[in-house]
C-alpha cells in the first residue's frame, strides 16, 4: 500500500473507533466523570479537610493528578480491549485480517483510538476536578507527555489483552484484578513516605505508581521519585509491549486458526 | 502464459488438534474463470481458502494470487482479493452503508471515490434502500449481498464466495447467480465458488475441483467431468396404477410406487425400446423428469469411492 492508502486505512481505524466510544457516550464518558466527582466530593472535600496537607499540597489537590490519570489508565485499556475483542466475538475483525493493511497499521488505529477515548476522559475528569480545586500546572509539557505515554502503553496493554482473551470475562480479569489493584497502591491517594520501608519497596516495583508521580510532578511539582526515570521506563515498556502486541498480531494469535 | 490468478502447491495445514485438514494439495485457477471447489462437510474446502485470504496460517506449501507469494508480498496479494465467508462477519450493530465505507478504507480507498461505488454495488444488489439500516435489521438473503457489496468495493481481481447462497430462497438464488455471471462475464472477474447445492456449481462453473479428507480427487472441466457419467436416471410418472413392472432387456427399469417407475439408462442406450414396451403393457407415461441433478450423482459416488478407499468417515 502507498503512504497515502496506509493514512486513509488508519484513519479509517481511529475514526470508527473514536465514533464508537462517542455513539456510547453513556457507557464510555458518563461513569468515569460520576465517579470521580464521588472520589472529589468524598475523599477531597469531606475526609481531604480533615486530612489536611499531603507533601506540603492541600490533600485535595493532591488527589487531582492521581485521580486524571486512574481514569486515563483504565479508560485507555478497556477501550481498546472491549472494541478489539468484540471485533474478534463478532468476527468483523476478518474484515481487517483480510484487507491489505499492514499488521502495524491495525495496531496503530486502535492505540490512537484507545488514547483518545482515555485523553477524553481524562479532560472531563480535569474539568470536573476544577469545581473542586484550582490547581496549577507546573510543568505542561512534561504533564501532557506523561500522560499520552501512559494512555499509549495501556492501550497495547489492552490490545494485547484482548488478542490473548478466549471469551468476555478474560478481558475483565486484568482491569479488576490487575490495574485496579496497582492503580490504588501507586500513591493515587498517598504518598508512599507515609509507608513503612518495606512497603515503600515494594510500592517502588509498581509501574502505575511512576506514572502517577510523574503526571503529579507535571501538575503539582511535587513527587515521591524521579521525573526523568520514570519517563524512560514508560518509553521502555511502550517499546516491549509494541513489539509483543506486533509479534502476537503476525502468528495470528486469536484470530487465525 | 499468463500468470493464473491462483496457484496451490504442496498446500498443508496441520490444526493444533493434529488434524490434518490438508493434505499438499495442487490447484491452479486460471485469470477469468469461474470455478467450482466442492466437497463434502470438513473436507479441507474453506481452509484452503482460508489460507488464500490469511485467515488460516498454513502448515507448509506454497500459494500464489496472479503470481504474488503470499509470503513475501501478502498485502499485493490481498489486495486483488475479494472475500465473501461462509460465516456473517460484520459487526452488526453497524450500518450497512458504513460496513461498505469502512471496508473500503481498509484498502485505502478514499471517500469520494468509496461514496459512488458503494452506492453502486448496495444498488446492483439491491440493499440501497436498507443503507441507513443496522445490519442486524436486514434478512439473511440481505446479509449474503451485503457481504458480496463489502467484498466487491476495491475491485478484487480475485473473488471467492465459500457458500454465498446458502440459506437463500431460490429466486434471490437466481438473481445472484445473474450478478455473479455478470462480474465474470462483463468484468473479468475471477470467481472460486464454494458451493453444497450443486445445480448452482453446474450451471455457473466452468473448472471444477472435488476435494475429500483434504485431497483433490477430481480436477477437471465441469463439461468433462459432466460426460464421465455413464448412467442417468429418469422418474416416470404414469396415468394408472401399476401393477407388475414390464421387463427391457439392458435396462433397469423399477417400481417407485403406483403412479412412478425409475428408469436407470446407459450413456449411448436407446429410450425407444422402453416406451414401446410400456405401450405394448398398456403403460402410459404422462410426464418424465431427471431424479436427480447429474453432477451430484457423480459428487456422491467420487466421495463415496474415496470413503471407501481410505476406509469410511472419518
Same mark, same amino acid.
Given at each position: ?30 461513569? #468515569? ?6 472520589? @472529589?466530593? &468524598?475523599? =477531597?472535600?469531606?475526609? +481531604?479537610?480533615? /486530612? %489536611? ?48 493493511? #499492514? ?6 488505529? @486502535?492505540? &490512537?483510538? =484507545?488514547?483518545?477515548? +482515555?485523553?477524553? /476522559? %481524562? ?135 | ?314
Amino acid at each position: 500500500m502507498s503512504q497515502r492508502q496506509l493514512l486513509i486505512a488508519l484513519w479509517t481505524i481511529v475514526t470508527k473507533e473514536v465514533r464508537r466510544f462517542m455513539r456510547i457516550w453513556p457507557q464510555t464518558l458518563l461513569p #468515569p466523570s460520576i465517579t470521580m466527582t464521588m472520589y @472529589f466530593i &468524598i475523599f =477531597g472535600n469531606l475526609i +481531604g479537610q480533615r /486530612v %489536611g496537607e499531603m507533601d506540603g499540597v492541600p490533600y485535595i489537590d493532591y488527589i487531582v493528578p492521581g485521580l486524571i490519570m486512574m481514569s486515563v489508565i483504565t479508560n485507555s485499556y478497556s477501550n481498546v480491549a472491549s472494541s478489539f475483542f468484540s471485533n474478534k466475538f463478532q468476527r468483523s475483525v476478518e474484515e481487517m485480517v483480510v484487507s491489505p493493511m #499492514p499488521d502495524w497499521i491495525i495496531l496503530l488505529g @486502535f492505540v &490512537i483510538g =484507545g488514547v483518545a477515548r +482515555g485523553l477524553a /476522559v %481524562g479532560a472531563i475528569v480535569t474539568a470536573v476536578s476544577l469545581f473542586f480545586t484550582d490547581v496549577q500546572v507546573h510543568h505542561p509539557l512534561l504533564t501532557v507527555l506523561v500522560v499520552v505515554l501512559t494512555a499509549v502503553l495501556f492501550s497495547i496493554g489492552g490490545f494485547i489483552n484482548s488478542l490473548l482473551a478466549k471469551k468476555f470475562d478474560d478481558i475483565s480479569i486484568v482491569p479488576i484484578f490487575v490495574l485496579t489493584p496497582l492503580t490504588y497502591l501507586g500513591g493515587v491517594f498517598y504518598s508512599i513516605h507515609m509507608l513503612p520501608d518495606f512497603w515503600q519497596m515494594v510500592s517502588m516495583i509498581n509501574p502505575i505508581l511512576y506514572m502517577v508521580n510523574t503526571f503529579r510532578y507535571g501538575i503539582l511539582g511535587v513527587s515521591d521519585i524521579s521525573a526523568g526515570g520514570a519517563m524512560v521506563a514508560i518509553v521502555a515498556f511502550i517499546v516491549v509491549l509494541y513489539a509483543l502486541a506486533l509479534w502476537l498480531l503476525k502468528r495470528g494469535q486469536g484470530i487465525r486458526s | 502464459m499468463p500468470e493464473p490468478a491462483l496457484s496451490i502447491r504442496g498446500l498443508s495445514k496441520v490444526y493444533g488438534n493434529q488434524f490434518h485438514a490438508l493434505k499438499g494439495i495442487d490447484l491452479d485457477v486460471p485469470e477469468g474463470d469461474f470455478f467450482a471447489l466442492l466437497g463434502p462437510n470438513g473436507a479441507g474446502k474453506s481452509t484452503t481458502l482460508g489460507i488464500v485470504c490469511s485467515l488460516v496460517n498454513k502448515t507448509a506449501g506454497q500459494v500464489k494470487v496472479f503470481g504474488t507469494d503470499i509470503d513475501t508480498n501478502f498485502s499485493l496479494a490481498k489486495y486483488h482479493l475479494g472475500v465473501v465467508p461462509q460465516e456473517f462477519n460484520f459487526n452488526q450493530f453497524e450500518k450497512v452503508y458504513d460496513i461498505v465505507l469502512t471496508q473500503a478504507g481498509y484498502y485505502g480507498i478514499p471517500m469520494k471515490e468509496a461514496r459512488p461505488r458503494a452506492r453502486q454495488l448496495l444498488e446492483d444488489l439491491g440493499l440501497w434502500d436498507k443503507r441507513d439500516d443496522g445490519a442486524r435489521m436486514l434478512s439473511g438473503g440481505m446479509k449474503r449481498r451485503l457481504m458480496i457489496a463489502r467484498a466487491l468495493i476495491h475491485r478484487p481481481r480475485l473473488l471467492i464466495l465459500d457458500e454465498p447462497t446458502a440459506g437463500v430462497d431460490i429466486e434471490l438464488r437466481r438473481s445472484m447467480w445473474e450478478y455473479m455471471r455478470r462480474i465474470n462475464q462483463e468484468e473479468g472477474t475471477t470467481i472460486i465458488l464454494t458451493t453444497h447445492y450443486l445445480e448452482e456449481a453446474e450451471s455457473l462453473c466452468r473448472n471444477i475441483a472435488i476435494i475429500n479428507h483434504g485431497q483433490i480427487v477430481k480436477n477437471t472441466s465441469m463439461r468433462a467431468l459432466l460426460t464421465e457419467l455413464d448412467t442417468e436416471t429418469f422418474i416416470l410418472d404414469v396415468a394408472s396404477p401399476i401393477t407388475t413392472v414390464p421387463r427391457v432387456e439392458g435396462i433397469e427399469l423399477t417400481r417407485v410406487d403406483d403412479a412412478q417407475l425409475m428408469l436407470s439408462v446407459k450413456k449411448g442406450q436407446r429410450l425407444n425400446d422402453v416406451f414401446t414396451v410400456l405401450s405394448r403393457e398398456g403403460i402410459d407415461v404422462v410426464s418424465m423428469r431427471n431424479r436427480a441433478n447429474r453432477l451430484e450423482e457423480l459428487f456422491v459416488s467420487l466421495v463415496h469411492d474415496q470413503q471407501a478407499e481410505t476406509g469410511g468417515i472419518r
